[in-house]
């Protein structure tokens, strides 16, 4: 099956045994009857299995090209699902530029339980050798990078994840698997903040992995289930309803990105414009390499460079909504000074890139003509 099929059927084949719906039915139910103890038709409580979650986790895996999807009930608690497979002691190799969230996780609740992690510029896959030692066990990529735009070479961290039988894990929440499948290129886990592209509406907040090993899948069931982050019945089934016009939104979201970046980059108020499609971006070439296109996310600073500039900027925005998140059919942007990064102590964010000028954009799929007059007027 190619993408858009898989987008539309991938995983849900005999979703409905008893009336052959189209869509899985919402099983709004805590528990399952059971005839006798453990006597169950595959479902005993509702945080260890539920059908609608079942019919979403299918789909994620079939869109990753993986074996096992696993949901969670944000993108947050997906990665924390990641980390419950170490144990004290052991070390963690990470993108230095990363979403501010993942580093607040990983910097101010693991850390605290004997984990050490490794911030590192990873588009020189050097500096990961520089850090693997005989504790190393994971190597945490995000690719394009949050807010900065940098692309990692997804193959070449993989080769050496397998060379020191390190696990490697993506997220893929920029791209989405429309754009790039990590699992294809050597990865073990993938994650998503589903929250974004995946349910594409900006009505649900979820996460996912998906795995192609089975041992490892079950040690993150085992996890789902233990810890018990798990998404709802109705938001898996937003969630999976989302899923199924991921690639006709993608194109667009492109589309829209890349005329948003040209513009930004003839406008004489903006400094940089961070979006991988441009020829002389730094990881151009791997981007062309691992990903089918740039995505819908843009970063810019503004050419007074300063906080004031930027923040009047997206103030005066009509139509770009000033908000967190990304990857909704409406166009956000955000100052991730502020915003989404505020997590990250000044000194650490400025090191890479993420500076009191930087406006974060995720252009969504209305008319591009609206779009380019909304931020056009914005600079006045
Ligand atoms: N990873 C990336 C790249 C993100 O942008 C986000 C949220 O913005 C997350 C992870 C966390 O996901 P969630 O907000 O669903 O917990």
Redesign the pocket.
Known sequence: MKFNTKAIHGGQQNIDPAFNSVMPPIYQTTTFKQSTPHGHKGYEYARSGNPTRDALEKSMASLENGSFGIAFG??????DAVLKLLKSGDEVISTSD??G??YRLFTNIFQNFGIKFHFVEMDNVKEIENKINAKTRLIWV?TPT?PMMSIIDIKAVSRIAQKNNLLLAV?N??ATPYLQQPLNLGADIV??????YLGGHSDV???SLVVKDETLANKLYFIQNASGAVPGPQDCFLVLRGIKTLHVRMQRHCENGKAVAMALQQNSKVANVYWPGFDDHPNHLIAKKQMSDFGGMVSFTTSEGTLESAVRVVERLKIFTLA???GGVESLAGHPASM?HASIPKEDREKTGVVDSLIRLSVGIEDIEDLLEDLEQAFL
Do not use: R
Request: a negative charge; glycine letters at 10%; aromatic letters at 8%.
């Open positions: 944000s993108g947050l608690a997906a990665i990363l979403y969230g993942s995000e949050n997220d929440t920029f994650m998503h903040s589903a929250t974004k907040v979820m996460g967190e998140s990304l989404t």
